[in-house]
């Protein structure tokens, strides 16, 4: 099967830009996660969906960060305006959750490496 | 948030050599999952534990869930050079938003030849 697809891979802006991430879960995966990775640290979880509604999104800076997952299927990821300290590794990843409370095909993408200069 | 202790952060190996690597959190996980990352790319699922006690192996890799619920541990037999990268512990607290994970810090695993 294929796999979680992201783009871009990497991208360079500058401090103020502003900056979309895009993710493509593996088909049938209704739960669809951003998690934020910084250097030398495991990822963090930022936004959760399950469909296209929000489960968790305790974690991101609402005031900078916003996601969407419009269809259920794809979702992007933007920051608005950006700062220094968001560069990181951007990673999604998607999930079959066959019932309450497990994690069932827990699966990363390769993640979009954001550099603010 | 959950607090997941990984250790040791470091370890740098003969070829041939055994691994151990482990994880403990504050509180009760009904999910355990071990993950590889490489440079550039996103975390690679190992190995995933469902229940206390469960032993679980995926070639040289074995895992398992401690009977305490609160740690796991992540053994590699007879390293070679492709075993190099990042390992990350992961788990799922019990009564946590439904399958949000909480990572540990990773173990940078370096096997010479």
């Known amino acids: 099967e294929a796999g979680v697809a992201q783009s871009p891979r990497y991208k360079i802006i500058e401090k103020r830009q502003s900056v979309a991430f895009w993710c493509n879960p593996i088909?049938?995966?209704?739960?669809l996660y951003w998690y934020q990775q910084i250097l030398g640290q495991g990822p963090k979880l930022l936004i959760q969906?399950?469909?296209?509604?929000?489960?968790?999104d305790s974690q991101l800076p609402k005031d900078r960060f916003s996601a969407e997952r419009l269809k259920g299927v794809d979702s992007t990821l933007k920051i608005q305006p950006a700062k220094l300290e968001d560069s990181a590794v951007y990673l999604c990843?998607?999930?079959?959750?066959?019932?309450?409370?497990?994690?069932?095909?827990?699966?990363f993408g390769s993640g979009t490496r954001l550099t603010v200069v | 948030g959950q607090q997941l202790n990984q250790s040791p952060q470091s370890m740098f190996i003969q070829e041939g050599e055994d691994v151990s690597m482990n994880c403990t959190s504050s509180?009760?996980?009904?999910?355990w999952l071990w993950y590889k990352q490489d440079p550039g790319e996103g975390p690679v699922l190992l190995i995933a534990?469902?229940?206390?006690?469960e032993l679980t192996s995926n070639g040289r890799l074995t895992a398992q869930f401690g009977i305490t619920r609160k740690d796991s541990f992540l053994n590699i037999s007879a390293s070679i050079p492709s075993d190099v990268g990042i390992y990350f512990c992961?788990?799922?607290?019990?009564?946590?938003?439904?399958?949000?994970?909480?990572f540990g810090r990773g173990t940078q695993l370096t096997v010479w030849p």
């Open positions: 990843a998607s999930s079959l959750v066959r019932r309450q409370g497990a994690n069932y095909g827990y699966t």
């Open positions: 088909s049938g995966h209704a739960t």
């Open positions: 969906f399950q469909n296209n509604g929000v489960v968790d």
């Open positions: 509180s009760i996980f009904n999910t």
């Open positions: 534990l469902y229940k206390a006690g």
């Open positions: 992961a788990g799922q607290a019990r009564g946590s938003t439904l399958g949000r994970l909480y």
